[in-house]
């Protein structure tokens, strides 16, 4: 016990020695999830909307009214040529086009169905179906003001009352913190883990630790489980600022969470003991590191749905200890999961804890004899 505790105090004093580290421990939290959170959103605002109107009507400016009232929209007037507005959109002026019909105001007058075309530049799908989407909400908004029910292309036929649960307000940043978190502690728990340990080979002091009376699993313990306080660390460090940045209030157990945290980073800081070992310098290591995280990252959920993956991609996802802790963490953060609803995540964790622990172990005596 003395042992690992003289090489826990050699490590964290090697930690805060180095400059490079540092910044990386106390400055990442901050940047990513200031960045990322404002940057990785799917809200969308500053739409271009170039208007051709060939009705110039008082009812067709209302209408453009109030398209140019929202918070999403900046309108582009064009002259009456629906030629001239694809041009926009071709030359990256304009994201969509909205054709009002020389007779709208007479069809509304009537009470007849009126028409309205919409076009829109549809190579960033979930930006289209964005565009459409906030389009239905203002016509349908504006022909209720008016007391018409006949906007044929954005009329739903049915009405349907929705409650948002967890995320009353579609906050998409409330979201992606959680997910961010997850990547925060990826990176302490597998990248630092690695780079620390493929930095005692660059300096041979590895092979001076070897020839000690020192044990491996006393030395392995005292290589991981300062990284594995730090890692910690950085989580609550990361709520405590998206409590103060983004207002997110943890509505489940923080020992829960903390507690799935702690295993999962068992996973992380073996691939990064296993990844050490297979690298001989630190470019070495931190190619590798970012080829896994990536993959890793992209198939666990942060910015989509995993439901929507391809089936095999969700087969693997059982392997991809990132999307267990994405999805605890999100659920236990904002919709107040308790043990009972991820129990089977905790189950399968542990269970790729203990694998990639052994491997490790055994990864490490094999390359260090």
Same mark, same amino acid.
């Given at each position: 016990?003395?042992?690992?505790?003289?090489?826990?105090?050699?490590?964290?004093?090697?930690?805060?020695?180095?400059?490079?580290?540092?910044?990386?421990?106390?400055?990442?939290?901050?940047?990513?999830?200031?960045?990322?959170?404002?940057?990785?959103?799917?809200?969308?605002?500053?739409?271009?909307?170039?208007?051709?109107?060939?009705?110039?009507?008082?009812?067709?400016?209302?209408?453009?009214?109030?398209?140019?009232?929202?918070?999403?929209?900046?309108?582009?007037?064009?002259?009456?040529?629906?030629?001239?507005?694809?041009?926009?959109?071709?030359?990256?002026?304009?994201?969509?086009?909205?054709?009002?019909?020389?007779?709208?105001?007479?069809?509304?007058?009537?009470?007849?169905?009126?028409?309205?075309?919409?076009?829109?530049?549809?190579?960033?799908?979930?930006?289209?179906?964005?565009?459409?989407?906030?389009?239905?909400?203002?016509?349908?908004?504006?022909?209720?003001?008016? #007391?018409?029910?006949?906007?044929?292309?954005?009329?739903?036929?049915?009405?349907?009352?929705?409650?948002?649960?967890?995320?009353?307000?579609?906050?998409?940043?409330?979201?992606?913190?959680?997910?961010?978190?997850?990547?925060?502690?990826?990176?302490?728990?597998?990248?630092?883990?690695?780079?620390?340990?493929?930095?005692?080979?660059?300096?041979?002091?590895?092979?001076?630790?070897?020839?000690?009376?020192?044990?491996?699993?006393?030395?392995?313990?005292?290589?991981?489980?300062?990284?594995?306080?730090?890692?910690?660390?950085?989580?609550?460090?990361?709520?405590?600022?998206?409590?103060?940045?983004?207002?997110?209030?943890?509505?489940?157990?923080?020992?829960?969470?903390?507690?799935?945290?702690?295993?999962?980073?068992?996973?992380?800081?073996?691939? #990064?003991?296993?990844?050490?070992?297979?690298?001989?310098?630190?470019?070495?290591?931190?190619?590798?590191?970012?080829?896994?995280?990536?993959?890793?990252?992209?198939?666990? #959920?942060?910015?989509?749905?995993? !439901?929507?993956?391809?089936?095999?991609?969700?087969?693997?996802?059982?392997?991809?200890?990132?999307?267990?802790?994405?999805?605890?963490?999100?659920?236990?953060?904002?919709? #107040?999961?308790?043990? !009972?609803?991820?129990?089977?995540?905790?189950?399968?964790?542990?269970?790729?804890?203990?694998?990639?622990?052994?491997?490790?172990?055994?990864?490490?005596?094999?390359?260090?004899?």
């Amino acid at each position: 016990m003395r042992t690992i505790l003289f090489i826990l105090q050699k490590e964290f004093i090697q930690i805060f020695r180095n400059k490079a580290m540092l910044p990386i421990i106390f400055m990442l939290p901050i940047v990513q999830l200031l960045i990322l959170a404002n940057a990785a959103t799917q809200e969308m605002k500053n739409i271009n909307l170039a208007v051709v109107d060939f009705d110039n009507s008082k009812t067709s400016r209302e209408l453009i009214n109030a398209f140019g009232n929202s918070p999403f929209y900046t309108i582009i007037p064009v002259k009456q040529s629906v030629n001239i507005a694809m041009d926009k959109v071709h030359n990256s002026q304009a994201d969509a086009i909205l054709v009002i019909e020389d007779d709208f105001e007479e069809k509304i007058v009537k009470s007849e169905k009126v028409d309205l075309q919409l076009l829109v530049n549809a190579i960033n799908g979930t930006a289209a179906s964005l565009i459409n989407g906030y389009t239905s909400s203002i016509v349908t908004g504006y022909s209720t003001k008016i #007391g018409i029910q006949n906007v044929e292309q954005f009329k739903p036929a049915i009405a349907t009352k929705v409650r948002h649960w967890y995320n009353p307000e579609l906050n998409y940043k409330l979201y992606m913190v959680p997910g961010i978190l997850v990547i925060l502690v990826t990176v302490v728990g597998m990248f630092l883990t690695a780079l620390n340990i493929v930095r005692e080979k660059e300096l041979g002091t590895i092979e001076q630790i070897n020839v000690t009376p020192i044990k491996r699993y006393q030395f392995i313990l005292g290589k991981l489980i300062p990284f594995w306080i730090i890692a910690l660390f950085e989580l609550a460090f990361g709520l405590l600022i998206a409590r103060l940045v983004f207002n997110l209030t943890i509505a489940g157990s923080i020992p829960l969470l903390f507690g799935f945290a702690s295993i999962y980073l068992l996973v992380a800081l073996s691939g #990064g003991l296993i990844l050490s070992t297979a690298a001989d310098n630190q470019q070495q290591v931190m190619f590798m590191s970012y080829f896994f995280m990536i993959l890793f990252i992209l198939m666990s #959920g942060l910015f989509t749905s995993t !439901e929507s993956m391809p089936q095999w991609e969700q087969l693997f996802n059982k392997i991809n200890p990132l999307y267990y802790f994405m999805d605890v963490n999100r659920m236990v953060i904002l919709k #107040g999961s308790g043990f !009972e609803d991820i129990k089977i995540k905790i189950v399968f964790i542990s269970i790729l804890a203990m694998f990639t622990l052994t491997w490790a172990v055994l990864r490490y005596r094999k390359t260090s004899n």
